[in-house]
């Protein structure tokens, strides 16, 4: 028979970067290619969840047996999650944009002589504190993830408490990794009960163990 441990469970996972506006044309992003969290996505699909994908834009197809929610924004994100409610798990895997430009123009930005435009930035909503705040709504299992340089676990540990997150993947992104847009991942999963340290794996390797760890998560509550 085939292995649906999470069936007739409702997850929620985001992906990808975001894309904060300057003008029409230009915008602010990162290095994320959403590989880790489509992949996610598709390994609790494969276990038997109804899956929600909220993403930023890539260039991956469509996970097998996901619902693909496109978003470009941070602030878009949010609400798609919000919209994507109630969930029993939720994975947060996208690389949000911490700042949006604040006031993005309506119009192309000019090179008029006056030198380079002067950006103000403003905080973006913190999708993955939020849901982990979202009192009845809150997903019974909210995973985070924390990309860190320097002490990984520990500033994945304080982040977990201060985001109120059930469980945080720990990943190395310094300088010479390539955690953001490569192929492979080397996690920490961090939890109440302690610290499992994985060896590098590809990251639908990662994605298979740690959609097993949901479903055991499940099987034991
Ligand atoms: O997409 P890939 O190329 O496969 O790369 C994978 C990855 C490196 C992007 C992924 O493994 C990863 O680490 N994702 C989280 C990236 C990140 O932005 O981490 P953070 O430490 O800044 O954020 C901590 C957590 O808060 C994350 O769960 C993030 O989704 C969430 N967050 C952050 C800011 C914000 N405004 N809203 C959020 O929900």
Not at 135 to 142: M, Q, S
Not at 151 to 171: E, Q, S
């Amino acid at each position: 028979a085939a292995h649906k441990p999470l069936a007739g469970r409702r997850a929620l996972v985001t992906s990808g970067p975001t894309h904060e506006p300057i003008d029409p044309v230009r915008y602010i992003a990162n290095r994320s290619s959403g590989k880790q969290g489509h992949a996610i996505a598709g390994a609790l699909a494969r276990l038997g969840a109804a899956v929600t994908l909220v993403s930023g834009p890539t260039r991956l197809p469509d996970p097998p047996g996901c619902a693909v929610v496109p978003i470009e924004t941070a602030r878009e994100m949010l609400a798609a999650c919000e919209a994507a409610l109630p969930a029993d798990v939720a994975v947060c895997a996208a690389a949000v944009a911490d700042w949006r430009v604040a006031g993005a123009s309506d119009r192309k930005l000019k090179k008029d002589g006056g030198g380079p435009p002067a950006l103000a930035l403003a905080e973006n909503p913190d999708i993955l504190a939020t849901l982990s705040k979202a009192g009845e709504r809150r997903p019974a299992l909210v995973v985070g993830f924390a990309a860190e340089t320097g002490d990984v676990v520990a500033t994945a540990t304080a982040k977990r408490a201060r985001k109120g997150c059930d469980w945080i993947v720990a990943n190395d992104v310094s300088l010479g990794t390539t955690t953001f847009g490569g192929a492979d991942n080397t996690v920490h999963l961090i939890r109440e009960s302690g610290v499992e340290s994985w060896p590098t794996m590809g990251k639908d390797a990662v994605a298979a163990r740690l959609a097993e760890a949901v479903a055991a998560h499940f099987q034991t509550v």
